[in-house]
């Protein structure tokens, strides 16, 4: 897919590159790829990680709870979610963007991904922690989202 010029000044002006900058990131193939994957797929998805059980979470998450991050999993969509994030929750949601968007890119439905659930790094009372919480993270339209 042909990426507009328009689309590589929107880029720029968001990474906020310099025109040297942006001549060296145009001169990578994989960003061209990665640019071309965006354009098709991930800008018309939601990233959605919801809570799947949790017990003495310091904060606050409980199950049903859904967080939701743009297509590319980089930007969290505060309007849509719960008003508190604790940011272990968080850290384990980001690890697990990485594989999503490395599946978008390479063309692969990250919803076909084997391990979908994971848990926040605190580990719970019994084993000397406070809380233990599980999440699963799924792309859907973003229209559905």
Same mark, same amino acid.
Request: glycine share 8%; net charge positive.
């Given at each position: 897919? *042909? ?22 990131? +145009? =001169?990578?193939? /994989? ?5 071309? *994957? ?8 939601? &990233? ?7 017990? $003495?979470?310091?904060? $606050?998450?409980?199950?049903?709870? *859904? ?6 999993? &980089? $930007?969290?969509?505060?309007?849509? !979610? ?17 594989? &999503?968007?490395?599946?978008?890119? =390479? ?8 391990? /979908?659930?994971?848990? !926040?790094?605190?580990?719970? &009372?019994? !084993?000397? $922690? ?7 993270? +799924?792309?859907?339209?973003?229209? *559905?989202?």
């Amino acid at each position: 897919m *042909k990426i507009t010029e328009d689309a590589w000044n929107q880029l720029q002006q968001h990474l906020n590159y310099s025109d040297e900058e942006m001549k060296i990131f +145009r =001169a990578d193939p /994989r960003n061209i790829a990665a640019m071309s *994957k965006y354009n098709e797929t991930m800008r018309n998805k939601t &990233v959605v990680v919801e809570v799947i059980e949790s017990r $003495g979470c310091d904060g $606050g998450h409980k199950a049903g709870d *859904k967080y939701y991050f743009d297509g590319r999993g &980089v $930007g969290l969509l505060t309007k849509l !979610c719960p008003n508190r994030v604790c940011i272990f929750a968080l850290s384990a949601m980001a690890a697990n963007m990485i594989a &999503v968007a490395e599946l978008m890119y =390479a063309g692969v439905d990250p919803n076909k991904m084997m391990f /979908r659930r994971f848990g !926040c790094p605190d580990v719970g &009372v019994r !084993c000397g $922690g406070w809380g233990h919480t599980v999440m699963e993270v +799924r792309v859907e339209d973003r229209k *559905k989202a």
